[in-house]
């Protein structure tokens, strides 16, 4: 948690331009939603294919700076019924299942149009993940990798809206089985350009 902070207060830190030595600075914080699309390892053991994932994303750049320093937080949410059939959750019917995700690195924004910036990125990732299945319950945190792609589109001078994908793998153990906690995200951004 102490990583979040951190993350967090160097990304307010430099996106504000009252404090000294932070002229030039640009950058996007946005609010972030969509889909996170299972492995297959974790999706046949949960029964979940898909999680809604929600959260901020932000970048910030000063002037002469190669890439951004990236700086993604999300809440991930799925539910699922679990056959009574399954090797791993033998007697469980419903499973509920909650994650926070952390996502550091750089980004390399392409301002090749005017209203158009694609973007890619890469860095590393955290996950805490508590399940819950039908009363018994399990958590677990887990450190990864991984790497993104996208476009921001220039709504006007400030506002801006757009796409991401996003590839992640962070390993828990869960109930005494190791799974890959992450997959491919599909979300749509919206927010600010300053």
Not at 28 to 46: P, Q, R
Not at 171 to 194: K, P, R, S, T
């Amino acid at each position: 948690m102490k990583w979040w902070w951190i993350s967090f207060a160097a990304v307010i830190f430099l996106a504000n331009p009252s404090t000294g030595g932070c002229d030039g600075v640009t950058g996007h914080m946005n609010f972030v939603a969509g889909t996170l699309h299972s492995d297959d390892d974790f999706s046949k053991a949960f029964n979940l294919d898909k999680r809604m994932e929600l959260g901020i994303s932000c970048d910030v750049k000063k002037q002469g700076w190669p890439v951004s320093i990236a700086f993604d937080y999300m809440f991930v949410y799925g539910d699922s019924k679990i056959s009574k059939n399954s090797p791993v959750f033998t007697g469980y019917t419903k499973l509920n299942l909650y994650a926070t995700e952390m996502y550091v690195g750089i980004k390399k924004i392409f301002n090749l149009f005017p209203s158009v910036k694609p973007f890619a990125a890469a860095g590393i990732c955290t996950v805490n993940m508590y399940v819950d299945a039908t009363g018994d319950h399990e958590y677990d945190f887990g450190v990864g990798g991984w790497v993104g792609s996208g476009a921001y589109f220039m709504l006007s001078q400030r506002l801006n809206a757009g796409f991401e994908w996003k590839w992640s793998k962070a390993e828990v153990n869960i109930f005494d089985h190791n799974y890959n906690a992450g997959g491919n995200h599909f979300n749509l951004i919206a927010g600010y350009h300053f």
